[in-house]
């Protein structure tokens, strides 16, 4: 069984966040409703849209307000996001070393893809694997979900939330949580990850000392 390490996409491998907040307020202020400050769309982000949005517009359509988002989102996602910087080159240094690469997100499998080929992160990933009805993280599904996908045996769940590391402590993995994300050193610090850095370059040597234990 070839060894796996799992990432979150969003505020993970991918800088998407401006790209999420300003779709999440153009559907709201197109409803007619206040648009959330950063500090608010912090808390959101990462939750399931319908979450987003019964917070944001309490007493809302919630359904209509999801709809919207997934109508307008996919056309804008890639507008401002790209790869952080050394992912593409951590991600095919991992495949060469013979890890798979699997993404476990929030997003819908198909809009996730859509991501991953816009910002060209399509080759170096092994698969990405959407929440898709799967109860939500920290719940560790989809994390399992996205190993059981490729027979892989995880050892890092990577991600830039504390729902990103409740989930991949539940599944069983070490935990690395990155703070170029959406929730802030502090507040993944309180969650108790294996790992807490500023970015992923400590992944490579992590998964080396794992390898020699």
């Known amino acids: 069984m070839r060894k796996a390490v799992v990432f979150d996409l969003d505020g993970t491998l991918v800088d998407s966040l401006a790209d999420i907040r300003a779709s999440f307020r153009h559907v709201l202020r197109q409803a007619g409703y206040p648009e959330p400050d950063d500090a608010a769309m912090s808390r959101l982000i990462g939750r399931p849209l319908a979450e987003m949005f019964r917070e944001a517009a309490p007493g809302a359509d919630e359904s209509r307000l999801v709809a919207a988002f997934r109508d307008y989102y996919p056309e804008h996602l890639a507008d401002h996001s790209r790869p952080y910087p050394g992912v593409p080159e951590l991600l095919a240094a991992l495949g060469s070393a013979g890890y798979l690469r699997v993404v476990a997100t929030t997003k819908k499998t198909p809009v996730a893809e859509k991501l991953v080929a816009a910002v060209g992160l399509e080759g170096l990933l092994d698969h990405v694997q959407g929440t898709d009805g799967l109860p939500p993280k920290p719940a ?18 990577v991600g830039d939330t504390v729902h990103d590391i409740g989930a991949g402590r539940a599944a069983g993995l070490a935990t690395y949580a990155v703070t170029w994300g959406n929730h802030d050193a502090a507040t993944l610090a309180a969650a108790g990850p294996d790992r807490l850095e500023p970015d992923l370059g400590a992944l490579g040597e992590l998964l080396t000392e794992r390898e020699a234990v």
Do not use: R, S, T
Not at 141 to 152: H, N
């Open 140 to 157: 560790p599904d989809v994390v399992l979900a996205a190993l059981e996908a490729v027979g892989g045996q995880g050892l890092w769940m």
